[in-house]
DNA sequence: TATGAATGAGCATTCATTCAT
DNA sequence: TATGAATGAATGCTCATTCAT
């Protein structure tokens, strides 16, 4: 079961890519896709830059390499919170809102996070794999919902990727330390969000 | 009354900084920060390249002059909502809500917004800039809602500004067409937000 | 009596040359003639680049400059030989001997010196100044010997020339502490040469 | 016998490196560290500029290796006079006088002494290259008039070194034809240094 | 006399990429 | 699979110099 790869050469290669696809991910965190170069990538992995260029045909293929690769960490993480009962989901969930602000690596914040929004702005392909993940997360997410018995799950979902993506964005444009009040409200509007029969102009009022 | 250029060079001299600043802004849009070239710029600004260390000694110091004055731009499209009585204010920034995926300069989003962010993760200079500007906007904000005669004024900028932050980065991540749901959504909540008398645990609940 | 400028005008234009030649000095000394740039040195000074081009047309004139007023040094720094009674001058001289270990302006060493007889391999008008300065020196110095009542003052002082410009390079290729018995040979090396009645192979030899 | 190159590939890098020494060289002598330019070097070696840097990852780096092959050829040069009778050895000492004035390869005169000299007041790491060096020929020096059954070789090893490196800057300030008679006094007092038991207040004397 | 805007060639250096081995 | 030699265009930046004011 499970796909086992074909030979030990196979294995090989996949391990090599996924060393590359390490080191780069590295060095475009440090340095941005464009300030970082294929050199020192290939020179952090400890292999020549020709052989480099047999794995990966070109820098935008590695950049895009890259880039799946994060979303893919994104959507793993998501995983986390399959399987829980309705009310751990909330207060796991309202948990995040402290974790945005410290760790570098959950489904709503990552160091090429804002590199990779910028990136989709220009190269097409990259906003392809990004809306196309993004796509596959809500509905995830979705189905969490629904199994916990959250009504009308794709709005809720909705609201909630607004409000932690803009939280990923503070953490950066207002680190300062009166923001403890700022996420107790936001995990108390999470809270609301996962808890209420209605979303917004219903469940919000009194 | 109003600031008349000290003399005609001077004049001159602040009129080709604008046009520089406007090329370089043009350029960082389309490539990046770090794709763009100097030479490029200068040459689209029809000046030579030394020209333009005349007036911007390095390519950092022509990035964060247009950080700053991006985030000018920002600041003072706050202006928009001073004067209004509480009321239409609770209307318009509703309809902000709509404009932000549709329009490229409001004080939530801009072409170079993500580029920014990503460039003060590793730029201490920018990141400052970034930080200084959002305290101010901050602040500006806050005295608008309390005019308005808002309670809790700072813990609604937070939110507010944490929603728009996040609908401009769901404006990459999701521009399918199904999002007029959301956008429904996202008022009612600014609307609540705006109209409450509490904020959160309190206001959001029944 | 002597030359007094011309007018109040003409002073300040002497007084401004010298200032540039003392700017340009410092600057050609720390990064070399080609290293140092003619806008540092304008700046250094306090007016605008191209004011500076209205007393120096082009940057090998004032290479040229700084040269011809390097040597006008050394040639002055002679003008101390002068009227020393024969001990007196033998005395002086061989204290020579440990100044030009130490410091950096008398007639055998300057900061400048490699680099105008490096330039003077490539730059033909600088050969010119430089050979026509040291022929003066010589003839300089061959009158205070003659005056000294020194025999052969010609091939005396090609000798002494000799031995001290040698000691201003080893000054660089040996600057460890064990010279201080080289000092002594040389010292006695002068006295020997300035007051022997002949020169080499009689004066020398037992 | 002998050291063959380990491979094909080094034994190329070490011929290629030979070359691009070479032409750097003879660029340097032209136009000076400064005045030369790494894009004239490379295509005199009939290379690209990025692969130049292949192998000298600066111009400081290939300045500071021109120098070094530099000495090496200076330090080479004084195997000549290993293995000389101590007569022979006065003689030989006593013709490079003559070859001093004409050569431009010899231990105490190279086109790029000077150059050299000069940025080593300003180039710590050429400084501390070229005190290595003369501290090894003197060394070496020493050896060969101690072998010769010279007494005090250091001393005199100074006075000589002394005496050449004058003389090389003679060649340049003093370029005229009048100069035969100071050869002839060099002459002998090489010759002198060489023959006398005691150096300098005792043999110099009467 | 004095400014500083303006130039464009030149600088050292790095880049992504190719290719023979 | 793996190397690293090789390229040449592009990078950010500085240069000496000119010129209108």
Redesign the interface.
């Known amino acids: 079961m499970g796909e086992m790869p074909v030979s030990k050469t196979a294995a090989k290669r996949e391990a090599r890519i996924c060393e590359i696809l390490s080191c780069a991910e590295k060095h475009f965190s440090?340095?941005?896709?464009?300030?970082a170069g294929i050199s020192g990538i290939a020179a952090d992995c400890g292999i020549s830059v020709g052989h480099l260029y047999h794995y990966f045909g070109s820098k935008d293929e590695l950049i895009l390499a890259v880039v799946k690769s994060e979303m893919g960490r994104q959507d793993e993480s998501i995983t986390a919170f399959e399987d829980l009962s309705p009310e751990n989901l909330r207060l796991e969930m309202a948990e995040l809102t402290t974790a945005i602000f410290s760790t570098d690596a959950e489904p709503f914040r990552t160091?090429l996070n804002?590199?990779i929004?910028?990136?989709?702005?220009?190269n097409p392909e990259v906003?392809a794999l990004?809306?196309q993940q993004?796509?596959q997360m809500?509905r995830r997410f979705v189905t969490i919902l629904r199994r916990a018995g959250i009504d009308d799950p794709?709005?809720r979902t909705?609201?909630i990727?607004?409000?932690?993506?803009?939280?990923?964005?503070?953490a950066?444009?207002?680190?300062?330390q009166e923001?403890a009040?700022?996420l107790e409200?936001?995990k108390?509007?999470i809270?609301?969000i996962l808890g209420?029969k209605q979303?917004?102009?219903g469940?919000?009022?009194?």
């Open positions: 440090n340095k941005g896709f464009h300030g160091v804002f590199e929004l910028a990136e989709a702005q220009r906003a990004l809306q993004d796509t809500r794709e709005t909705e609201l990727f607004t409000i932690f993506s803009g939280l990923s964005a503070r950066l444009r207002h680190p300062e923001r009040a700022l409200v936001i108390d509007v809270l609301k209420d979303v917004a102009s469940a919000l009022s009194a």
